[in-house]
């Protein structure tokens, strides 16, 4: 191993000349970290006025804000420094580098826990009536907005230096300065439940540090203590070993990938202690476990996105569930070995962010061959299109064996090409009339974007703006009611005719093709009969035909049953006596009958005593006499009086 300390490949000196042979702009060495997310925050870049869900493990830099919903809370930490945010606030870092940190509080509160006095010097929060800058370290406080046109600086510890637009304030702990609109005030300090829960926050990390093996200016160090243990080893020197780590488990495979500028890929661990050992030192695997080697105690480290080596080339491809697709994979530098940046940058800086492990990195010596490149357990691959979508890694990853690589190409910790920049994913930021940063969601954008853009975007305007596309989508309302389906066909027609009478008439067959049975040549009798039988099932359609079909000069059949109900015939006597006489209303509805009743047969019934009554004289009208008897004497009477 202790050949490593000269292991610079001859492709990176090449790099490293051409790098010098123009100025360029080094990406900054001091980066913050999203530390803690309570309730609904929102991530928003300035630059490219994307804007997000935030994310835990974040990297924060010049040119990206925050904003909480209330009742949430929010954490940075840049080094030892730490910026805390209420609800409904909204911070945007303007400046984080190595000369300064200057933040700009648009609304809201936000807290600042300064240990280092160097780095105070460095820190200038802005408002809209007021410039607050700490004088040493200690805890400060800033309201913005909280009361019309205030803006209000609270000192715990420490002291403080106000410019308010001309008037400068000394504020001294245990007081609060109010300044706006050409007026200022200085009373004593108070508190409330936010400054709770700050210091508590505080408290903790008084007591869970680990200053003796980095530096308090390595941003996500002070999560180590409560997620890990320190034992030091005699070939690296101290080492942190991450507790409750699953069976398994290898470095940058639980997390994902994210485009940030101006680095470009960079890790996104989703432990919550996964920043400080994934943007600066090295990984190595002491007696078969993980553990975290950060190096050389320097008192500001550099930051790098992630520390590994790129496996992968045009055309290699690994076999999934759909298919072979194109794949791409990466593994942990291990101590000593250099780290190439793909980004441009200058020697100092390629210098500089080695420095914990390599202190001399202009040798011209032949490519080193990586510690962990061929070992299986080390090695992540995944399809390239996880990481160009920023997808969990763990849930992809592939099985590969070290035969199946492609060969080491060298040179540079660049991604393969495969891996291109990923297109814009999120909703556009925007500040509003009141300079409060809010998102919207890009035309043509996901469904899943766009509802993540909604969180941050005002109540009021999130549910006006569907309503118009709504009112244009539904169907007809008259038109609902036969999607949905009635229990019987008949009440649907009857409700569709009273509704639109215009649609039935365009709709609908000519009235003349309701009733086909009517234009039949069958007898009266007959017709008559199956009329009565099936009356009590055809009425009710006949009368939603009836309304939903007004005449329009074609006939009509049997308009008087229709009208009104039948003779009061009974079903059951129809059947029983099959001659039944044709009624009065049924036999202008089809005439011809062959054999037309009286009318008063029809509507007055036999009385049952005439039965018994005895027969009249051959002079008197129609004799009374029983059914089965009146044919024959009939024929008997009439043969006599011919006779006579």
């Given at each position: ?233 005699p070939e690296y020197g101290p080492v942190w070993y991450p507790r409750a780590v699953p069976v398994g488990w290898a470095p940058y495979r639980a997390g994902r990938w994210a485009w940030v500028e101006p680095w470009g890929w960079t890790w996104i661990d989703a ?374």
């Open positions: 191993m202790r050949g490593f300390v000269r292991s610079v490949a001859t492709a990176f000196v090449l790099f490293l000349a051409g790098a010098a042979s123009g100025a360029l702009a080094d990406p900054p060495a001091r980066v913050g970290r999203l530390s803690l997310i309570e309730g609904d925050v929102t991530f928003h870049d300035t630059a490219t006025h994307e804007a997000s869900p935030a994310t835990l493990n974040w990297p924060v830099t010049g040119g990206v804000a925050l904003s909480t919903a209330p009742g949430a809370h929010a954490e940075v930490r840049i080094g030892s420094t730490a910026i805390r945010l209420d609800g409904a606030t909204a911070l945007e870092f303007t400046q984080v580098d190595d000369q300064a940190i200057r933040l700009r509080l648009e609304y809201g509160a936000a807290t600042l826990r300064v240990r280092s006095r160097e780095v105070a010097g460095e820190i200038v929060l802005e408002t809209q009536d007021a410039r607050v800058s700490p004088g040493d370290a200690g805890r400060y406080r800033v309201d913005a907005g909280r009361q019309p046109d205030t803006t209000a600086i609270t000192v715990f510890e420490g002291a403080a230096s106000v410019d308010a637009n001309g008037i400068a304030i000394a504020v001294q702990p245990g007081r609060r300065a109010e300044v706006g609109s050409g007026r200022a005030r200085v009373v004593d300090a108070f508190t409330d439940e936010f400054d709770g829960w700050t210091l508590a926050r505080d408290r903790g990390d008084d007591v869970a540090q680990s200053p003796r093996y980095v530096s308090p200016e390595t941003s996500g160090y002070e999560s180590l203590a409560a997620y890990g243990d320190w034992r030091t080893t432990a919550p202690w996964g920043f400080a050992p994934f943007h600066y030192g090295r990984w190595a695997l002491v007696g078969g476990v993980w553990g975290w080697v950060p190096g050389a105690f320097v008192a500001r480290p550099v930051y790098a996105p992630a520390l590994v080596g790129w496996i992968g080339r045009p055309g290699w491809s690994v076999s999934v569930t759909i298919g072979s697709v194109p794949a791409v994979g990466w593994f942990p530098l291990a101590p000593r070995e250099v780290f190439v940046p793909a980004y441009r940058a200058s020697p100092v800086y390629v210098r500089n962010v080695n420095i914990t492990q390599v202190t001399n990195v202009n040798v011209n010596v032949v490519q080193p061959r990586y510690a962990y490149r061929e070992l299986e357990r080390a090695v992540t691959v995944v399809p390239a299109a996880t990481v160009a979508g920023g997808a969990p890694v763990e849930r992809s990853a592939v099985r590969v064996r070290h035969g199946d690589l492609p060969p080491d190409a060298g040179g540079t910790n660049a991604p393969p090409p495969t891996v291109a920049r990923p297109p814009r994913q999120f909703g556009s930021a925007r500040r509003d009339d009141d300079g409060r940063w809010t998102r919207r969601p890009e035309a043509g954008a996901a469904p899943a974007a766009a509802a993540a853009a909604d969180q941050s975007r005002p109540r009021g305007e999130a549910e006006r703006r569907p309503e118009p596309r709504v009112a244009r989508e539904r169907p007809v309302p008259t038109q609902a009611p036969p999607a949905v389906g009635a229990p019987a066909p008949q009440k649907a027609e009857r409700d569709r005719g009273r509704s639109e009478p215009p649609r039935v008439e365009r709709e609908r067959p000519p009235p003349t093709q309701v009733a086909p049975a009517a234009s039949a040549p069958v007898p009266a009798v007959n017709a008559e009969r199956d009329r009565r039988r099936n009356e009590p099932d055809q009425r009710p359609e006949w009368r939603a035909e009836r309304r939903s079909a007004p005449s329009a000069g074609a006939p009509m059949p049997a308009p008087a049953v229709v009208a009104r109900p039948p003779a009061p015939m009974p079903a059951p006597a129809a059947a029983a006596r099959p001659p039944a006489p044709m009624p009065a209303p049924a036999a202008a509805a089809r005439p011809p009958a062959p054999m037309p009743a009286p009318p008063a047969a029809v509507h007055t019934p036999a009385p049952a005593p005439s039965v018994a009554r005895p027969q009249a004289s051959p002079g008197e009208g129609r004799p009374q006499r029983p059914e089965g008897n009146r044919g024959p004497q009939r024929e008997a009477r009439q043969s006599e009086r011919r006779g006579g």
